[in-house]
């Protein structure tokens, strides 16, 4: 697992209180008992230790981003781009 995956996973896990441990790439957001405003609240924290900016709202994060890897895959390419 890459740097960027396994901090992004310890952001979900602290909003989720699940265990990160107990998350992969395939985890489905709302199966760890994240809702909108949840995802919204994380996405914001993501925005801020990367430096980038997801420009979705919430509705559209939430169409978007439904496994943990949708997330760290746009993290990925918004990084990317970004550099």
């Known amino acids: ?35 909108s405003l949840e995802l919204t609240e994380i996405v914001m924290d993501l925005e801020d230790l990367y430096d980038i900016d997801f420009s979705l709202n919430a509705a559209e994060a939430w169409d978007s981003l439904k496994k943990v890897g949708d997330v760290v895959d746009a993290i990925h390419e918004l990084v990317s781009a970004r550099d």
């Open 1 to 35: 697992m890459d740097q960027i995956a396994a901090r992004t996973i310890g952001v979900i896990a602290e909003h989720s209180r699940t265990n990160a441990s107990e998350i992969t790439r395939d985890t489905e957001l709302n199966d760890i008992g994240l809702n």
